[in-house]
């Protein structure tokens, strides 16, 4: 049986604590891509370094999730949680200190290795914090959190950058990261770790297989294709090498013989990949084809993190009182839709606008899928493999995210001389890949089962 926590307060102490490092992070994730014009006007560099500045935390940020899950386990989630919220602080000052775009770059890429190590401890901590029927209530509200963040990043980034100076998008983490530390030292339940053994040869060929594929899929150079040739004979060794670690693997592959797990991976790395995916063709469509100005465009998309904001909470509820399929099902059929609807604005040339209801939608895709998946995802896993369990769960999301964008980003790019059959295809791609979702939560059981209970 799982621990957690029997006092009311603490846990949602405990889950306080958690959301305010995770608002810094989603927050500092959408507030610097308002600001890059005018860091480029100060610090100089083309438009391929600015895109590294964003490019390089991607990276940084994605690569190290499946040893920063294992950390959890073996040193307590709770300590490698704050040893990034606290590092997370110091290379948000840095990044506020750059006095080149070059330097910038490097400590975004710090600052990417430092949301590495928060990321995936979360997810352990609310296994640890709420009894299963109360986990959807916490995803709920996080969910909700991850909203305003998404939200409030562009309209506060834009304020700071205007009123102030670029610099305070990074600085503004700082006094949000020490909040976020003394609460969690306080309010987060701790525990002794794990006796296991730390897998120092999966470490190195899991790192470097996703440094490659990462790499390869956001540059798009000639180099790509040999360098994601590399990375699957780095995955196969990684898997043989996984396969006779039985209690230390670094990722616990044996998770994906678990229906639960498998179905909700999946589910949850084409939401991933087709929300990021589809923002930048709507806004450039918005934009460059429909001449709306950047308040407009916000605008138009506003509907969904505020739709997300408001039904996250109820739809938490919802995944305690029935379990976590219906709602999965429902939220990824929602995704599906209103992928479709923005898609028909576009190719039909239909009134802009009318991308707001698909964005609503898409809010509510949001409210709904995310909980149950990731509530599913943690209660197919033993207790003792929740970090490595919540790695590879965040590992599988992000990946899939970046090779969204870069899929679509390849699209836009090859088709520039045609841009309304470019904007089609795009909206194709990711009509597909939230289809292959809604297939995917299809499979979800009604309850999930740990590896324990499978049967070889």
Do not use: H
């Not at 309209?155 to 700071?160: E, R, T, W």
């Not at 020490?178 to 306080?186: F, L, Q, S, T």
């Amino acid at each position: 049986m799982d621990k957690v926590c029997d006092m009311g307060s603490s846990r949602w102490g405990g889950l306080a604590a958690l959301l305010a490092g995770f608002f810094v992070l989603l927050l500092d994730t959408t507030i610097v891509a308002v600001a890059s014009p005018s860091i480029q006007a100060e610090l100089g560099g083309d438009v391929a370094a600015l895109f590294w500045v964003t490019a390089g935390y991607l990276l940084a940020f994605s690569v190290p999730l499946l040893v920063a899950g294992r950390l959890g386990d073996l040193f307590d989630p709770k300590r490698v949680y704050l040893f990034g919220m606290g590092a997370f602080g110091v290379t948000s000052a840095l990044c506020g200190l750059a006095p080149s775009i070059g330097w910038l770059i490097a400590f975004r890429i710090l600052q990417g290795l430092a949301a590495a190590a928060m990321s995936p401890q979360p997810l352990t901590l609310i296994r640890r914090l709420f009894a299963e029927d109360e986990r959807g209530r916490a995803f709920g509200i996080w969910g909700s959190v991850a909203a305003a963040a998404t939200l409030l990043g562009p309209i506060l980034g834009g304020l700071l950058t205007a009123s102030l100076d670029w610099r305070w998008i990074f600085w503004v983490n700082v006094p949000l990261c020490v909040v976020a530390v003394v609460m969690g030292i306080r309010l987060i339940p701790g525990s002794p770790g794990s006796i296991a053994r730390f897998d120092l040869l999966g470490a190195a060929l899991s790192t470097a297989g996703l440094s490659l594929l990462v790499w390869a899929l956001l540059s798009w150079r000639p180099l790509s294709l040999p360098a994601t040739a590399l990375a699957i004979a780095l995955f196969i060794g990684f898997w043989f090498r996984e396969r006779g670690q039985g209690a230390d693997a670094l990722a616990p592959l044996r998770l994906y013989r678990s229906s639960g797990y498998l179905s909700a991976s999946l589910a949850m790395a084409s939401l991933g990949a087709t929300v990021l995916a589809m923002a930048l063709p709507t806004m450039l469509y918005i934009q460059e084809m429909r001449g709306f100005g950047p308040m407009e465009a916000a605008m138009v998309l506003a509907p969904d993190a505020v739709v997300a904001i408001l039904l996250s909470p109820p739809a938490g509820r919802w995944v305690d009182r029935v379990g976590g399929r219906r709602p999965a099902i429902l939220g990824m059929s929602l995704l599906a839709v209103s992928l479709l609807l923005i898609g028909l604005v576009v190719v039909l040339s239909l009134n802009p606008w009318w991308i707001s209801v698909g964005a609503a939608l898409l809010g509510a895709a949001n409210a709904l899928a995310w909980s149950p998946l990731s509530a599913i995802a943690m209660a197919s896993v033993e207790p003792d493999a929740a970090g490595g369990a919540s790695g590879l769960f965040n590992t599988v999301r992000q990946v899939g995210a970046v090779a969204g964008v870069a899929v679509t980003g390849a699209i836009l790019a090859g088709l520039d001389a045609r841009p309304v059959l470019a904007f089609g295809v795009v909206f194709g791609f990711v009509g597909l890949v939230a289809a292959g979702g809604v297939a995917a939560a299809l499979r979800l059981p009604e309850r999930s089962r740990r590896p324990s209970q499978l049967v070889d």
